[in-house]
């Protein structure tokens, strides 16, 4: 037997929180189709969400604001073992000629267990994402 699933197509504002392991310069033209290519490299992400001290931690986010709906807005807040360390509302770059607006913030943690919320407001909608890791001695 077989069957049909239908998902209908829907524009996501915000992707995943991804760590990152490193970003690589471009060696041919950037694929537009590729979440992980950007105008600034390739994102390699982090196969591990346990980190080592001594090194920065990067988070890459895309979002894909509707055009006509207005400004987005990304705010980020950091928790430590539970506790607020950092909240931000960092500017955005211009989105590229697809539309996508790229985000890599890079920070050097010290040792504990991290909690990351990304919220992005653009008009009434107003999607969340969340990353948990662990950075070690």
């Known amino acids: 037997r077989q069957s049909a699933l239908l998902v209908p197509?829907?524009?996501?504002?915000?992707?995943?929180?991804?760590?990152?392991?490193r970003v690589e310069p471009h060696t041919a033209e950037r694929d537009a189709a590729d979440p992980l290519q950007y105008s600034g490299g390739k994102v390699i992400p982090a196969?591990?969400?346990?980190?080592?001290?001594?090194?920065?931690?990067?988070?890459?986010?895309m979002l894909n604001p509707e055009k006509e709906a207005g400004?987005?807005?990304?705010?980020?807040q950091m928790l430590?073992?539970?506790?607020?360390?950092?909240?931000?509302?960092?500017?955005?770059?211009?989105?590229?000629?697809s539309g996508i607006i790229p985000f890599l913030m890079s920070a050097n943690l010290n040792p504990g267990t991290y909690d990351v919320r990304a919220i992005v407001r653009q008009g009434n909608k107003i999607p969340e994402e969340?990353?948990?890791?662990?950075?070690e001695p």
Do not use: N
Not at 47 to 61: N, Q, R
């Open 9 to 21: 197509q829907s524009v996501q504002l915000l992707s995943h929180i991804t760590l990152v392991r």
């Open 47 to 61: 196969l591990s969400d346990h980190l080592k001290a001594g090194t920065p931690v990067t988070l890459y986010i």
């Open 71 to 76: 400004a987005a807005v990304l705010s980020i």
């Open 130 to 135: 969340r990353a948990a890791f662990t950075v």
């Open 80 to 97: 430590k073992d539970g506790v607020e360390v950092a909240r931000e509302t960092p500017a955005l770059e211009k989105a590229d000629a």
